[in-house]
């Protein structure tokens, strides 16, 4: 069913973008009908409801392959630690952690440097697909934009975390889901119809409308772990 495939492409290709604006958007430069990401609502906590304790410079922590040894990796799990405890959930009961692929992959290495000591942990949810976890909380890469070749989480953020571009740093975000910290919300479910053809015959009108966006309820919701050197 050609209609059928054409409409899952766009919806795919609308969760990658839903993912990027989810951390990276803003009304100043950005998309002005989606909400404001993760990372303009800690940049501008006074407006957003952020504490400032909840942006937290790694202090250029190094994990590239030449810098990594023992004592980075333990600089950076107790960053992550005070990661946890901006988020009201130093456990990570409830915490979604994200960062891309390559930080994923640098973390499990830094805990393998540690031996037992980091708390690294790889579980399985109940349709028995693997997930990664840091004490509670669960590791999760946004992947890529719509053009499935830049990162949502890049890799060449500059030391300062203002730009995404032409350094070797990257971030880590926290988000403590719940009703009482951060959540999702809409004003009814989506209102899906099927329009039919329009009036030369070929073209079939399918309309999608749902109005979302995001509640932040204490000031202790959303953090970012910045400053973090990979290569």
Do not use: C
Not at 204 to 221: F, Q
């Amino acid at each position: 069913n050609p209609r059928s495939i054409q409409e899952e492409a766009y919806l795919k290709s609308l969760t990658y973008d839903m993912n990027y604006k989810f951390l990276k958007n803003d009304h100043i430069t950005g998309d002005v009908n989606a909400p404001v990401g993760l990372r303009y609502r800690i940049d501008n906590g006074g407006t957003f409801g952020v504490r400032s304790e909840n942006k937290i410079d790694a202090g250029g922590v190094d994990l590239s392959s030449s810098g990594l040894s023992a004592t980075t990796a333990n600089n950076f799990i107790e960053y992550l630690d005070q990661l946890l405890w901006s988020v009201d959930s130093p456990d990570g009961a409830g915490v979604t952690l994200y960062m891309n692929e390559v930080m994923q992959r640098r973390f499990a290495k830094a805990v393998r440097v540690m031996g037992t000591s980091g708390g690294f942990q790889i579980t399985k949810d109940q349709f028995d697909r693997t997930i990664q976890m840091y004490k509670g909380a669960v590791v999760r890469d946004p992947g890529y934009k719509q053009d499935q070749s830049t990162r949502v989480i890049t890799t060449t953020e500059t030391a300062t975390g203002a730009s995404d571009t032409s350094s070797t740093y990257t971030s880590i975000y926290a988000v403590n889901y719940s009703t009482d910290h951060f959540f999702g919300w809409q004003f009814e479910p989506p209102n899906i119809q099927d329009l039919g053809l329009i009036n030369n015959g070929v073209i079939y009108r399918t309309l999608i409308d749902w109005g979302i966006g995001y509640m932040n309820a204490s000031t202790r919701s959303i953090g970012r772990l910045y400053d973090i050197k990979l290569s």
